[in-house]
């Protein structure tokens, strides 16, 4: 492929609908990375990617490599994924597994000290090779050209900052209809938790921000250094998007988002008020309150 023309395929067969099969996969995988709102494009990768057939469908937080996504049947799978921007995850993530979990106090050095332990998480997720070093010996020594190529590993890759066109470019290129790309956004998301070992146990998320002093190093070469390959990743994807909708069409793409967001406007109307949450907006199971 050319590193620099690359687009998302449209799949001609639609959703690929496959047994299990380990040593060339086969399916629809998504590699969940955590921290993107992988609620919501799990929940569409079980519910519409099957389009009613029994299909295989991953969707757990397990690396593209572990997985031996390297050797999938191209023909025959459909794997994706979903980025944030690399410092609103840093932040996420940070404010997620340091302050809400373990209690510690958000500051601007313990920001630094956790990009720097957990910079370039996403790309570690995504990349259908062991690490960055095996890129580096077939010849991709900058981060922009092993971003390009783990970008081209994958047949999509959606925006988290970019939900509805990401996922009606989604929807443009399986050849889906607008109702299987239809969820209900929680109004807690990202606010409460269930804890991952007892899932009767609701917590409450501690609100991201950017801690006094931090934001200098956002803006310095350190960070860049740091998250080099997630930077680089996200910059391709939102190129990659922008091509794959002028090759799809222009005005293809805006009618599509135009007609998702009118339903989903239905869908918060009249679905969203019926839906029983496990936690109230306190973090409070309801069946302790009632």
Sequence with gaps: YSRHQYTFPIQEEGVPCEDFNRRNPEGVYYVKIPKTDTYYWSSIAYRSLQTGRECFVHAEHEDAYSLNLRSRNDEKSFMFTFVRNPKDYILKSFFYFKVTKNGERPTAGAVEEYSRDYGNKQSSMMMGLANENAYKRKGLKR???????????????????????????????????????????????????????????????????????????????????????????????????????????????????????????????????????????????WKDLN
């Design 143 to 285: 981060p922009s050209s092993i971003a390009k190529a783990i970008v081209a590993e994958y047949d999509f890759i959606g925006l988290v900052e970019k939900p509805d066109e990401s996922l009606v470019l989604m929807q443009l290129l399986l050849g889906l209809d607008t109702e299987d790309i239809l969820y209900n956004p929680s109004p807690h998301a990202g606010t409460i938790s269930l804890w991952k070992d007892n899932k009767d146990v609701c917590e409450e998320v501690q609100k991201e921000y950017v801690p006094n002093g931090a934001q200098g190093y956002f803006d310095s070469n350190e960070f860049y250094d740091h998250n080099d390959i997630d930077i680089e990743i996200h910059q391709e994807v939102e190129r990659v998007h922008e091509a794959t909708i002028e090759k799809i069409g222009r005005d293809k793409f805006n009618e599509a988002l135009r007609i998702y967001r009118s339903e989903m406007m239905v869908v918060e109307k009249q679905c969203l008020p019926t839906v029983e949450y496990k936690c109230n907006e306190a973090g409070k199971r």
